[in-house]
């Protein structure tokens, strides 16, 4: 599968990163002839959203939060009213085009097609052997996406590494195998065992009917025979029965006559029971009266009361006011006389603040004067430290000329002392032609010895002077200090003086404010007194001492008002009671209820009697058709039992049929098989990348707690350097990283050289992140190495890291603006 060209149009990804709405990608154009091409950009600018659609399966790898469906909703990552993917791709020589259209608007609608370019250059709907056609569906625009490309798992397996995706460590026992069955071409195998399980699964729902069926005739066999054990003795209580249904009938009729007397003394009893509730209904209509009476009367007093309480309310509020005025104008005048206090040193600070800040701009002129001599002792002392230097530096190249110069001395000296001097091996000798070059080398080395003494000369002076320029300038930093102190005592004190003056103004406003207050102050003596304190206030002025004698008035009459309703509605109450008490004693009712009551417990007595000699009749007939039952109902029983046992010997074949061809019986032993096989090509990932180090071995047996062997999965990697071998999950991040990307390519490889399914392009998303500098220049020498074995066309990858971007072919950078509508990312090729 090799995507082509790529349109997105409403995913939230690219809006929210690049600010579009739709996205278009020319990969045809962009990564042509290009082995390596790396998707780059900032963080949120979509790449992951890019990456996760080149690829013509119904969901994005690294946005799923569970494999299978219901694992991924596209609605969650789109935001326009109608969006769409539109994906053209490339496989086994054959180009495709995938149009998957969401709608957002009212009812979510997913609409997925699948076209494929036919001869005459037209795009015409997929169609399988079968008769399947995408017709939109998603259901067949999935079948028809599986047949050429092979399952979804597999796919995400093998060739393309999502962002966050799931290493191969991390898988269960049941999805490896599952995998790994896809991988081998184990289908029809699992197929047959699925077929075999799903008849063992019908044989045992049809057994668990047969025994339910089984229970429900035990069960019968039981409640017959419950049944019958209660029936025991059925003729009897027949007879037993009706002697009690007899003396019921009795009873009934004597409880009856009581009951017809009783209703007789009720009817004579009446006309006295009517006088005494109009008698007790004219009482509770003159409670009633006095009531609201009363409460009337109770509520005009409470509203004179809190008539009382509000005139008392204003009157304290009115004192308040009044002693709070004063306090306040008392505070005013006293902060007005403390402010004035200090009107002296104000008038001083105004006169003196001229001559201060004169003062304050010599001593800043001297601060400047001094800055510039300690100014230039500071260049003085860089200059010296350099020249010191660059003493040090002609002292040292000095010592090693003469160093030199006496070497060359040595070496020239051994002419006289060679043997082979005048002799004819002395064009030959080494020993003669080094000191003879030595001799040629001595006058270069007393010239450079005699012109770093003339240098060392001239750097002394300068060193000198700018030592007595310096003894000239040492007092300068004192002085700085000195002038530096004065300056600012000037400065403090021509601020000091300054805001004294600015506090004129505030002192002729706290005169005319004493002034005002001094006034009012007078206004207030002369109304309450010029000594009068706060507690001699007035408490009550004419008019409130009205309103509290009008109150006074109105609650005194309330209360007589009171006391004559109440006596009226006594005399009359006691007149009503005087009545009442004249009147016989009520009928008891208590003797007509208890008599209701016998005649209908006999009543009920009756019924139950009539019942019960019904039951019994019933319970002798019904025994006799129980008998019967029992005997069909054995019969049956032993027919249920011989079929159970038909049914158990079925389900032990079919169950021991599907565990062979399931994932741990045929296709775990095809599994061993390959083992091997994708171990070596994993092997020969790591050792091509990353050295001889690691290597690994895929185990289908582990063992247990017990020490048994059973079946499962694991990848045990030998380490070379410490001689150790540990499980894949046992190993550091970035170790795991980079041997599952091994494993999984290795995966890809195998898919490649032995099942035929084949892939034009490998897909991976920011899969180097835990990888140091070292390991993910190893890891971009693995991905050549894996389009080199599996003789794929190209890989596209996502990575942050810029050494790793810069070693690809091609570089698409979605940071790059274009003119168009469309983006056509295309930044340059690398070479």
């Known amino acids: 599968m090799q995507p082509l060209s790529l349109t997105l149009k409403g995913f939230r990804g690219i809006r929210d990163g690049l600010g579009r709405d739709v996205l278009t990608l020319d990969f045809e154009r962009l990564a042509d002839g290009a082995e390596l091409v790396a998707i780059i950009g900032a963080n949120g600018r979509g790449k992951t959203t890019v990456m996760d659609n080149m690829h013509p399966y119904l969901t994005m790898p690294s946005r799923a939060g569970a494999a299978g469906p219901g694992g991924f909703s596209y609605y969650d990552h789109v935001c326009l009213p109608e969006n769409e993917k539109d994906l053209i791709w490339a496989h086994d020589g054959r180009s495709y085009r995938s149009q998957v259209v969401l709608r957002l608007n009212g009812r979510r609608k997913t609409e997925a097609f699948l076209f494929v370019l036919a001869d005459d250059g037209a795009w015409k709907p997929m169609a399988l052997d079968d008769g399947t056609v995408s017709d939109g569906k998603v259901d067949t625009y999935t079948r028809c996406v599986e047949s050429i490309c092979g399952s979804a798992d597999t796919f995400f397996t093998s060739v393309f590494s999502a962002q966050g995706k799931r290493q191969l460590s991390a898988y269960r026992n049941a999805e490896i195998k599952t995998l790994l069955a896809d991988l081998l071409g184990q289908e029809e195998i699992r197929a047959l065992g699925q077929k075999a399980a799903e008849t063992a699964r019908l044989l045992k729902t049809g057994l668990a009917a047969i025994r339910q069926e089984q229970a429900s005739l035990d069960e019968e066999a039981q409640r017959i025979e419950g049944e019958r054990r209660r029936l025991d003795g059925a003729q009897a209580r027949v007879a037993q029965s009706l002697s009690t249904r007899q003396a019921a009938h009795a009873e009934q009729e004597s409880a009856r006559t009581r009951h017809a007397q009783l ?131 002609i002292e040292r190249e000095a010592g090693q000329a003469v160093l030199k110069a006496e070497e060359l001395a040595r070496r020239f000296g051994l002419t006289g002392e060679v043997p082979c001097a005048g002799t004819d091996l002395q064009g030959q000798c080494k020993l003669l032609g080094d000191a003879r070059e030595a001799q040629a080398l001595m006058p270069s080395a007393e010239g450079t010895i005699q012109r770093l003494g003339r240098e060392k000369s001239t750097v002394q002076k300068e060193l000198d002077a700018l030592r007595e320029q310096h003894e000239a300038l040492a007092a300068a930093p004192q002085a700085l200090a000195r002038a530096e102190h004065r300056a600012e005592c000037a400065r403090a004190r021509a601020s000091r003086f300054a805001l004294l003056a600015a506090q004129v103004g505030e002192m002729e406003r706290a005169r005319a404010t004493l002034a005002g207050i001094d006034h009012e102050l007078t206004e207030l003596g002369t109304v309450l007194g010029p000594d009068a304190a706060a507690d001699q206030l007035p408490m009550e002025t004419p008019e409130e001492a009205a309103e509290r004698q009008q109150i006074g008035v109105a609650r005194q009459a309330i209360a007589q008002q009171h006391e004559q309703q109440a006596k009226h509605y006594r005399a009359t109450l006691d007149r009503l009671k005087q009545a009442l008490a004249a009147l016989p004693a009520p009928y008891d009712e208590q003797r007509l209820t208890d008599a209701q009551t016998r005649v209908e417990q006999a009543t009920q007595s009756v019924t139950a009697a009539e019942q019960a000699h019904l039951n019994a009749v019933r319970d002798a007939e019904i025994l006799g058709t129980l008998m019967q039952q029992a005997t069909a109902l054995a019969t049956r029983r032993a027919r249920v039992s011989s079929r159970i046992a038909q049914v158990e010997a079925e389900l032990g074949n079919w169950n021991l049929f599907a565990k062979c061809m399931s994932n741990d019986g045929l296709i775990a032993l095809a599994i061993d098989d390959a083992g091997p096989a994708l171990s070596a090509l994993a092997n020969d990932l790591l050792l091509a990348c990353y050295g001889p180090r690691f290597t690994v071995s895929i185990q289908t047996l582990v063992e247990t707690g017990k020490g048994e062997q059973k079946e499962g999965f694991d990848i045990l990697v030998h380490d070379g350097e410490s001689g150790e071998s540990k499980s894949v999950g046992l190993m550091s991040g970035g170790e795991r990283v980079w041997i599952n990307e091994c494993l999984i ?65 091609v570089v698409i950078d979605l940071d790059v603006q274009v003119e168009s509508h469309k983006v056509y990312a295309r930044v340059g090729l690398i070479v």
């Open 745 to 809: 390519r290795a995966v890809a490889l195998y898919l490649a050289q032995h099942t035929g399914r084949r892939y034009g392009a490998l897909f991976s998303d920011e899969a180097d992140g835990p990888l140091d500098p070292e390991r993910k220049r190893m890891f971009m020498a693995m991905k050549r190495e894996v389009l080199r074995l599996g003789g794929y066309q190209r890989e596209f990858f996502v990575s942050q890291t810029p050494e790793l971007t810069a070693m690809a072919d």
């Open 263 to 393: 209703i007789a003394e009720r009817e004579q009893a009446q006309g006295v029971e009517a006088r005494r509730r109009q008698l007790q209904g004219e009482c509770q209509a003159v409670i009633q009266a006095g009531k609201e009476a009363i409460e009337a009367l109770q509520a005009q007093d409470r509203g004179e009361q809190q008539r009382l309480e509000r005139l008392e309310q204003r009157i304290a509020q009115r004192l308040g006011q009044e002693r709070n005025r004063r306090q306040v104008l008392q505070n005013q005048r006293r902060q007005c006389i403390t402010l004035l206090a200090g009107a002296p040193a104000v008038r001083r600070g105004e006169r003196r603040l001229p001559l201060a800040e004169r003062l304050s701009s010599l001593r800043s002129a001297q601060v400047a004067t001094w800055r510039e001599q300690v100014q230039r002792l500071t260049q003085c002392e860089v200059a010296a430290r350099m020249a010191q230097q660059k003493l040090s530096g």
